[in-house]
């Protein structure tokens, strides 16, 4: 076997129960459900038995992800399994970065409650909502977006894939233009327009939180859904502009791939960054925890 990624997953795959049986059979997760109780109280509680509405609250979506994808990653290390790199879709990324040691375990969790807070308080500025755009090309989504006011591609997901944020106004012709033009347009389970204008105001602060968050030990190479390509610095600035800007995570594959990576292990509730990988690459090794778990005879 060839160089290891860890991908972790963003907000929408998220569901009552995630996590529970990671965490009733492995007490490397249930070590992490912990830490993030001690630090925000009831995290655990919501990931196993919240309700969908509940987890769709970006300020609870956002920890509750981190505590099931970590707890995913911490299995698959004490069973000794090390990324070469790490990369993830929106809050993913502040997850893979505290994974491959970019923060200390605890200092990414705080960084995750914070990024949930600054994100909700801006979404609760709009009425705004996203949704995925199939089977279109980029330049044709692009199009579409600037034809309406206060719409734009935020996610590069994989061909013929692209996530739009956009006003809820604005979504249901936005559509319509969509269909028309032969592709669909797919509603996702958040409430805010991630990626976008909109969440600009969460960033200044957020840098700031990420300016005093403490290094862990760095194991693995760091992706950056803003430029696509490994960190090699100002971690602040990327980080905290990432709220705003357009993720790159095709770009963010295909350079993995090209470095050598040969494997990726999807950190998730769901299977849905697994997908978008093997549709930029149909012959990639990709697959989530509990396949990779599986195929190792740890479970």
Same mark, same amino acid.
């Given at each position: ?24 059979? #492995? ?30 609250? !970006? ?92 719409? #734009? ?9 692209? !996530? ?58 760091? #992706? ?7 960190? !090699? ?67």
């Amino acid at each position: 076997m060839g160089k290891i990624a860890f991908v972790f997953a963003g907000q929408g795959d998220q569901h009552p129960g995630m996590g529970k049986e990671l965490a009733e059979r #492995y007490p490397a997760a249930a070590r992490i459900f912990e830490m993030c109780d001690r630090l925000r109280p009831g995290t655990s509680q919501q990931c196993f038995s919240g309700t969908e509405d509940e987890l769709k609250d !970006t300020r609870n979506t956002q920890p509750c992800l981190f505590a099931m994808e970590m707890a995913a990653a911490a299995v698959l290390m004490d069973a000794g399994v090390e990324p070469s790199a790490v990369a993830g879709i929106s809050l993913g990324e502040v997850v893979a970065a505290a994974a491959g040691g970019t923060f200390e375990l605890e200092d990414g969790f705080r960084l995750v409650c914070l990024r949930g807070e600054l994100m909700q308080r801006e979404a609760d500025k709009f009425d705004t909502t996203m949704a995925a755009v199939v089977k279109l090309a980029p330049e044709r989504v692009e199009e579409l977006c600037a034809q309406f006011e206060g719409v #734009y591609p935020v996610n590069y997901n994989c061909p013929g894939q692209i !996530t739009v944020s956009g006003l809820a106004a604005q979504m249901p012709a936005f559509s319509a233009a969509v269909k028309e033009a032969g592709g669909r347009a797919i509603p996702l389970k958040v409430r805010a327009a991630f990626h976008s204008p909109f969440m600009k105001g969460a960033a200044p602060e957020f840098r700031e939180a990420v300016l005093r968050a403490r290094s862990g030990p760095q194991s693995a190479v760091l #992706y950056s859904n803003m430029t696509g390509e490994p960190y !090699t610095g100002d971690v602040a600035g990327l980080l905290s502009e990432q709220i705003y800007h357009p993720v790159l995570w095709e770009k963010i594959i295909r350079n993995m791939m090209a470095a050598g990576i040969d494997t990726f292990i999807e950190m998730g509730p769901g299977r849905t960054v697994t997908n978008i990988i093997k549709k930029i690459d149909p012959s990639a090794n990709a697959v989530t925890y509990a396949e990779y778990l599986g195929e190792v005879g740890a479970c």
